[in-house]
């Protein structure tokens, strides 16, 4: 169970996420750098007082999530796009975990709001003692009913201090599951709908990564950059870009596949829609209560 002052931080940052997030949407406009997305995101996040949970993701058409832009990143929003923003603060380790999707200009709007949906309906589920699988089933359903498809492999998952995916996952589809939600639990759902295959792959791009633990490694300047990430974001995840003012980008990529290599951190692939299907997502956080959930990021 949390304590009061833990329950109080999950609130505080959730509505930092929350400002967050309003504030970014209005600049998910045609012409806009996805560069441009992130920092502002991540900039907003620091000077409301809390810290990046992990880099913000800026993931467009059929790439479903995992995309923060590069420091020499020159792509644009375009008309017509469907463009998802993943954002995500923490204060002392606590976590909040909020995701939109803009259908720019409004050809797409019909997906940008079924996710919506799909998210709200899955919230109304959540309680003591629900199965993570009813989740799941109510989640595909909902899609379903909206003429999409859930995305199968990606799911929910609970926050812990400095653990973005703690014990329970939540599916996006009906599954069997062990796992029953509690009073307490800290919960990001996060439903991810397309007009694709309803599956995403890795691709061989990697902007994200993290920290493992301390190995030998090839080179000495690796281990001084590992020594800075464990102590700067500890188990979270960070960005390529974030490490990008330090030295020259080839010798960043080296450095991190030294550590890669080593087992010292793990990157995160872009993830993209098996058949290139347009992607939609929407996430929130909550904190289970005795007789549903109250959601921090409203
Ligand atoms: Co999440």
Redesign the pocket.
Known sequence: MLSEKELEIYRRVGRIAAEVREEVRRMVKPGELLLNIAETAEELIRSKGAQPAFPCNVSVNAVAAHYSPPADDKSRIQEGDVVKV?I?AHIDGYIA???FTVAVGGKNQEIAEAVEQVLEKAIGMVKPGVNVGEIGATIEEAAKVAGFRPIENLT??ELARWD?HAGITIPNVKEESEQTVKEGDVL?L?PFITNGAGEVEDQPETYIFRFIGVRPVQRRMSLKVLQDISRLYRSLPFAERWLAKRMSRIRLQLTLRDLINAGAIRPYHVLKEREDGLVAQA?H?LIVTKDGCEVTTR
């Open positions: 993943d995500g975990d909020t995701a929910g998952h973005l990001a996060e996430e956080t």
